[in-house]
């Protein structure tokens, strides 16, 4: 197992267009999460899967942003109608339970908008 | 809502020396989970050490130690023997009982001088 994947680890778009992107988890871990980590600042929770369920999204999750795990593999966040405001690097983890604590990291994608 | 404070947004030390880095948190939870994660530059979150809030004896991982003042709200890390490869941003994390949602400090650069 290589561990959480992400892709791609870097993402230059324009304002206004849509993009995609995708993590793969720990195979068998049912739990994943999406975090925003702006410069200087802490990763910021996003949101949640238990398996292909979205159980939890936090406020920073506007209606531009639409996160899936269809088949409770891997996921995909998208981010519509793009805005400078959404760049930034956007962290995957997941977890297995019982010892849903244990979060391992994926090594993010960096979105910058241009 | 929880909040977690990290006070030294930088701090060095040097090789072979020990570092302590501070963290508060604020919180109406009895039970929950307490993290240090390491971000080496442009490398993935890697977890460090937790502690459970339940447990009073301080968690310890080789090097890295804890000091865990429930009443206090507080949890530094210390890192002893300091090594090269120690360099990297570290955040201390708040797990809430759920075990849903991380809340992240703004983060500690720590520089280990040869």
């Known amino acids: 197992d290589t561990g959480v994947s992400q892709d791609p680890r870097h993402k230059i778009t324009k304002r206004g267009q849509n993009v995609t992107f995708r993590c793969d988890p720990i195979?068998?871990?049912?739990?994943l999460y999406w975090y925003r980590q702006t410069l200087g600042q802490g990763p910021e929770f996003l949101t949640y899967?238990?398996?292909?369920?979205?159980?939890?999204k936090s406020r920073l999750l506007s209606d531009r942003f639409s996160a899936e795990r269809p088949k409770g593999s891997f996921s995909t966040l998208e981010i519509q109608r793009t805005e400078q405001g959404d760049s930034a690097m956007y962290l995957c983890?997941?977890?297995?339970?019982?010892?849903?604590?244990?979060?391992?990291f994926g090594p993010g994608t960096r979105l910058t908008v241009t | 809502a929880q909040t977690v404070t990290q006070s030294q947004p930088e701090m060095s030390v040097q090789e072979a020396e020990t570092v302590t880095l501070s963290c508060t948190y604020d919180?109406?939870?009895?039970?929950?989970?307490l993290f240090w994660y390491k971000q080496p530059p442009s490398r993935q979150m890697i977890l460090v050490i937790r502690q459970e809030a339940y447990k009073q004896q301080n968690a310890t991982e080789n090097r890295f130690s804890v000091n865990f003042q429930k009443a206090a709200k507080s949890f530094s890390l210390k890192i002893s023997d300091s090594q090269l490869g120690d360099t990297a941003m570290y955040f201390c994390a708040f797990l809430d009982p759920t075990g849903n949602q991380f809340y992240f400090g703004t983060g500690t650069s720590l520089t280990v001088i040869p």
């Open positions: 983890a997941s977890s297995l339970d019982p010892h849903r604590y244990e979060q391992y």
């Open positions: 195979s068998e871990h049912n739990r």
């Open positions: 919180t109406s939870e009895s039970n929950y989970y």
């Open positions: 899967f238990q398996n292909e369920a979205q159980l939890e």
